[in-house]
């Protein structure tokens, strides 16, 4: 019994494709290594391995970002809310990376989702408004505190992004949404390279 992998590759052979010269994209590197097994087995000379990534990795080379760690992330996140913070209301570090590493997470949601960013931040901040609307006008500092830093998500992302972007650096989200940014632009630099997606059931 044939893999499906080996059964792709015969595919390739018999179609007169130049294996060496494709750029294969599998779901991981482990992918990757069971492809390399492979290859021998449907080739009967020596070649030259064809280029074998993740799709992470694939991901990357269209966004022109590295990933960095979430420590990483939260210091540069840190960076942008102190600069954008009125003194008084600054949060030291340790607080301060409990609710951030929330909100990163939406921040890499909202990314990897394509949604358009300030409409999203405008939407929740208005909600917010309503959750805490009254009939009195005034407003306790508490809560005028509390809406103040919902009418500034969209400025913290904003310049947080910016930053990483910089940098050419980024978390998952941002790298995919550079990724589809970049697209058009590494088809038409790459017109004669041929990608192969191998071993995909689902693509978000």
Excluded: C
């Amino acid at each position: 019994m044939t893999t499906f992998i080996f059964d792709v590759l015969k595919d390739l052979q018999h179609s007169g494709v130049n294996i060496s010269k494709l750029t294969f994209v599998l779901p991981s590197k482990r992918a990757g290594l069971f492809l390399k097994h492979q290859l021998y087995k449907v080739t009967n000379k020596t070649i030259f391995s064809p280029q074998i990534i993740s799709i992470e990795e694939f991901v990357e080379t269209l966004s022109q970002l590295k990933t960095i760690s979430n420590t990483e992330l939260l210091f540069e996140f840190y960076s942008s809310y102190v600069q954008l913070t009125n003194k008084g209301n600054i949060d030291a570090f340790e607080p301060f990376s409990k609710w951030a590493q929330l909100l990163l997470q939406d921040f890499n949601e909202i990314d990897r989702h394509l949604i358009p960013q300030e409409k999203i931040f405008n939407y929740l901040s208005d909600i917010q408004e309503l959750n805490h609307w009254s009939l009195e006008d005034k407003k306790t500092d508490f809560v005028k505190n509390y809406l103040s830093f919902w009418n500034k998500l969209y400025n913290y992302y904003a310049h947080f992004t910016q930053k990483l972007l910089n940098k050419n650096i980024g978390y998952q989200g941002l790298i995919y949404r550079e990724a589809v940014e970049n697209l058009e632009s590494y088809i038409q630099n790459n017109t004669n390279k041929q990608h192969v997606f191998l071993g995909f059931n689902a693509l978000n």
